[in-house]
């Protein structure tokens, strides 16, 4: 089993930075990709960008140029760097990691954290 540890949020203006993060703790060495996803009051729950083991990323176009994933993998953490925030950035954001046997979806995910943009 994996637990995961999101933190970081907060209310920021638009236009703001935060870094959020999320601590992995457990059979660590089973994981392979980890993710940030995010949701908002009312609207389902949206992938925002993804990082394999190698460090291999994609992200979603609503934040492509303004949010940056990484990785420390000696650290068993990850990092969603947010500029350029907007208001609908505001969401509860979530971070997940997927089994290095899994060949999609997320098998594990963290309680989540609240980012609030205000304009």
């Known amino acids: 089993q994996v637990q995961l540890v999101e933190s970081g949020g907060g209310l920021v203006q638009a236009g703001g930075s935060l870094r959020l993060s999320c601590v992995a703790s457990?059979?660590?060495?089973?994981?392979?990709?980890m993710a940030w996803f995010r949701q908002a009051p009312g609207k389902q729950r949206e992938w925002v960008a993804r990082?394999?083991?190698?460090?291999?990323?994609n992200y979603a176009d609503s934040v492509k140029g303004r949010f940056t994933i990484s990785r420390e993998n000696d650290r068993n953490t990850m990092y969603l760097h947010m500029n350029s925030l907007k208001p609908e950035d505001t969401a509860v954001y979530y971070c997940?990691?997927?089994?290095?046997?899994?060949?999609?979806?997320?098998?594990?995910w963290g309680q989540g954290t609240q980012v609030t943009v205000s304009s």
């Open positions: 457990g059979s660590t060495g089973s994981i392979d990709t």
């Open positions: 997940a990691a997927r089994r290095k046997i899994s060949r999609d979806g997320y098998d594990y």
């Open positions: 990082i394999t083991i190698g460090s291999y990323t």
